[in-house]
């Protein structure tokens, strides 16, 4: 990152990220673990040019197998999955509505001190007080707020996702760090390791 982050280049970004999950849902693969650590974007690309790697989960699933393995960041994962649910598509647009918080505030929409305590503030979905937030698009707040609903067959889809006016009018909003002052998100997302 340069050091600034526009409310307006991530839109890009999560733009790329949701047509590269869009193409393999289509697939029936599910990444399950999507997380800002998982995106690598390659310099000078203004990030257009990314790749989305460890699919940990990223398979196709058949006969109810089970999950056995535990994640090392929690943050990013849907409440379904804390249930030993299968990972879906639906799975991954949560993770998209909190990279998409994370990105455009530096602070994580559940935080907690231990995993017990993180699993509890997803599965509530309460996403907690932010002022950066606050300074957010409307649009951003509504998309975030669309994927982060802990019912599944209420979250938005990929598809819905990839056409709602945050991502569709993403190039219109003014070029300006409108969602902090003084580049406090950038500040904060060095205090993650994600």
């Known amino acids: 990152m340069q050091g600034k982050f ?5 839109t890009r970004v999560m733009a790329s990220i ?3 999950m869009q193409h393999a849902h289509k697939n029936s693969i599910y990444h399950g673990y999507l997380r800002p650590g998982n995106v690598l974007v390659a310099r000078g690309s203004d990030y257009q040019d990314l790749r989305i790697i460890n699919f940990p989960l990223g398979m ?3 006969n109810n197998e089970r999950l056995n393995e535990k994640f090392k960041f929690p943050y990013f994962m849907a409440p379904e999955l804390f249930k030993d649910k299968l990972p879906t598509a639906s799975c991954d647009c949560w993770s998209i509505g909190a990279m998409i918080f994370f990105l455009l505030t530096g602070n994580l929409p559940f935080p907690g001190d231990t995993d017990n305590e993180i699993k509890a503030r997803v599965q509530s979905g309460q996403i907690a007080e932010c002022p950066m937030f606050d300074k957010c698009s409307d649009d951003a707040k509504d998309l ?3 994927l982060l609903t ?3 067959s209420k ?3 990929i598809d819905q996702t990839l056409k709602h006016p945050w991502i569709q009018n993403g190039e219109n909003i003014e070029e300006k760090e ?3 002052e003084d580049n406090e998100a950038f500040e ?3 205090d993650y390791n994600i």
Do not use: Q
């Not at 526009?6 to 991530?10: D, I, L, P, R, V």
């Open 18 to 20: 949701m047509r590269a």
């Open 6 to 10: 526009s409310e307006k280049t991530a």
């Open 155 to 157: 979250r938005l889809t």
């Open 60 to 62: 196709c699933f058949e």
């Open 188 to 190: 904060g997302m060095k």
């Open 150 to 152: 802990v019912d599944p």
């Open 144 to 146: 975030i707020t669309k």
């Open 178 to 180: 409108n969602t902090v």
